[in-house]
């Protein structure tokens, strides 16, 4: 769905255009199999997080087009909130606790500081900004969902109000230790209780899609986000397996099992899945503009195919100097970041351009291994890559040098869709068990360390020095 841009910094989503493509590719994904809709056993929605609407209970009508998890609307808020007084006050409160009781659930809060990124602060701007919404809420009339929820309400009519464990517990107003809406930060920001949707198993009956949207009704057998949902279709269900997505953004993703960890510099926990009795936990760490960059690029005609990148690429031997910063998508830490080139020169080329651009995924990526191999207390297991820019095997070998470890890369890199078609599978019983989904597993490639580490340090070196002058833009 292309994005809307209505003011700077602002991106939305139209909701409409949003539910037809989402219905029209579904009905093309079945001609295209040579199927009709009355042999689809299951449906399994896989869908990006963070993004969310909010729309009037009665009448269904959105009070607003969807605001994207790119969104920097709530810049001023964050920055307000960072800095005030009762921040400081909530970290000394839950810094006594976590010493008084030990219990990692209070971990989190004594660090916590807001982000453009989380949907907490952008709902507070609602309710801060949109009258017809804090109206509707006053008379439990709002109705909150990122894009599982809006799509599951459109399939069935508005029968259906719910989400998943999955999804809730990435838009940050989950708390993950207790599984429920998190009411300390709901008040703290003055977000109405009233307006979250239940919250429901990833593997689990929701419903049936309306027979008049594809001729018959589909049950609706998993609603699962993206990042948790190619985890899951990459196999990676027991403690220590490691994915690593690479599409838009980059996500890594440890699955640590049974155990939750509080969020850390860095890291957060979200809950991966959630089938009956079986919670597992997963560690996250991201990094904004990986796919996006390159499209940049690509758009400026720095190259003609994304394929041509890996070859341009290894055509010169270093990127002479050439720095690039990833920012034209929020950090995590600094919303202000900006996107740039540095070190450019007389002699610098396109090849040298395209190099600093894929070196510097590599590099963030070896940033966020580094912080997983500290912070995470469980070893670590095969590591998984998949997203379009896995297809790129520069980003791909410069990975794999870096961190010293071997990366498998399996055929399909569309891990989403298949993460949710293996849910709704298990949940319609097309699949028995996970030991039936690892058979169906087939890796393309694997990437195995080829250089040290320390032929890449002055590279990493000089790129980190373009990104502390490059923050606070």
């Known amino acids: 769905v292309e994005s809307l841009y209505p003011r700077p910094g602002w991106v939305e989503l139209d909701p409409e255009v949003l539910w037809s493509q989402f219905v029209g590719v579904i009905k093309e994904a079945v001609q295209a199999a040579g199927l009709h809709m009355r042999q689809i056993a299951a449906l399994g929605i896989s869908t990006q997080r963070g993004t969310f609407i909010t729309w009037h209970k009665r009448t269904g009508k959105p009070f607003h087009n969807f605001i994207s998890w790119q969104d920097l609307r709530s810049a001023e808020l964050v920055n307000s909130w960072n800095k005030s007084f009762l921040l400081k006050v909530v970290h000394v409160i839950f810094t006594v606790l976590h010493l008084l009781t030990g219990n990692d659930r209070y971990l989190a809060p004594r660090f916590l500081t807001f982000s453009t990124q989380q949907t907490s602060m952008k709902l507070s701007w609602v309710f801060k900004n949109i009258h017809e919404a804090e109206e509707a809420a006053k008379k439990n009339n709002c109705c909150f969902g990122t894009v599982d929820t809006w799509l599951l309400y459109r399939l069935t009519k508005g029968s259906v109000y719910a989400t998943d464990y999955s999804n809730a517990s990435a838009t940050g107003v989950f708390e993950p230790f ?219 070998q410069m990975t794999s040098d870096l961190i010293n470890k071997k990366i498998e890369k399996p055929a399909n890199a569309d891990m989403s869709s298949l993460g949710a078609a293996f849910l709704a599978g298990l949940a319609s019983g097309f699949w028995n068990d996970k030991e039936q989904l690892k058979k169906l597993r087939r890796i393309e490639a694997v990437f195995e360390p080829q250089k040290d580490s320390e032929e890449y340090k002055t590279a990493m070196d000089t790129w980190l020095q373009a990104m502390k002058r490059s923050l606070h833009w």
């Open 178 to 396: 207790t599984k429920c809406w998190n009411p300390t930060l709901c008040n703290l920001l003055s977000i109405p209780m009233s307006i979250y949707p239940p919250v429901k198993d990833t593997s689990f009956s929701f419903g049936s899609a309306d027979s008049e949207i594809f001729g018959v009704p589909i049950p609706i057998m998993a609603v699962v986000a993206d990042q948790q949902s190619a985890m899951f279709g990459e196999c990676c269900f027991h403690p220590g397996d490691v994915k690593l997505t690479m599409g838009t953004g980059g996500f890594w993703n440890v699955n640590t099992g049974e155990h939750l960890f509080a969020s850390q510099r860095g890291l957060y926990p979200l809950i991966g899945w959630k089938i009956g009795e079986e919670v597992v936990y997963l560690t996250e760490g991201c990094m904004s503009d990986i796919g996006t960059a390159i499209k940049w690029a690509q758009d400026i005609n720095l190259f003609t195919h994304v394929d041509e990148t890996a070859k341009m690429a290894r055509s010169v031997v270093d990127s002479q100097g050439v720095c690039f910063v990833p920012g034209f998508q929020i950090s995590l830490n600094d919303p202000y970041l900006c996107a740039s080139f540095m070190g450019l020169k007389p002699s610098t080329t396109r090849n040298h351009l395209v190099r600093a651009i894929l070196e510097s995924v590599a590099f963030r990526n070896k940033q966020l291994y580094d912080i997983i191999v500290k912070k995470v207390p469980i070893p670590l297991q095969t590591i998984r890559a998949d997203g379009g820019v896995s297809n790129n095997s520069f980003v791909m």
